[in-house]
């Protein structure tokens, strides 16, 4: 019982993805730890592209196709998020639940922990009958507001 517990802790550190992986029977190569480490300090959502080119810049060489593997890896275990987008996926640091700023005009992806009024959902729920477990909200703007 106690490793259910451990295992459904939110992801917030690195120090929590790296256990993530122990505790799931996940071998941390050195690839892996790249990985996780430059999403940690990223703190943004990258390409796999990205990624891959930013761990070669650091010195760290790494395959595509050993970056493609762990990240499918790490994302199908909820370690990191893997977001879709119609150009690709993106990557980001963050597993738990949480919502989206979308930055239109710098095609940037912000994190975003919005709490939504006990009152807000119950009136959801009324209106279509369904029992709201969790949530996750888009939001959509300008970072440059002459530009919207």
Not at 21 to 36: E, H, K, N
Not at 62 to 67: D, L, N, Q, R, Y
Request: aromatic share 6%; glycine share 6%.
């Amino acid at each position: 019982m106690q490793k259910q517990t451990i295992s459904t802790k939110p992801i917030r550190s690195l120090e929590d993805a790296l256990d993530r992986c122990q505790i799931l029977g996940m071998r941390v190569s050195r690839q892996r730890r790249f990985i996780l480490e430059l999403l940690w300090q990223a703190n943004e959502h990258l390409s796999a592209r990205e990624i891959y080119d930013r761990l070669n810049q650091e010195g760290k060489e790494i395959g595509h196709t050993s970056v493609y593997q762990n990240l499918e890896a790490l994302s199908s275990q909820g370690i990191i998020e893997c977001i879709e987008r119609c150009d690709g996926r993106l990557y980001g640091n963050i597993s738990d639940s949480h919502s989206h700023i979308n930055c239109v005009d710098t095609n940037q992806i912000l994190d975003v922990h919005v709490e939504l009024p006990e009152y807000l959902i119950r009136k959801i729920e009324e209106e279509t009958g369904v029992r709201i477990t969790e949530y996750s909200i888009n939001f959509f703007g300008y970072r440059n507001p002459q530009e919207g």
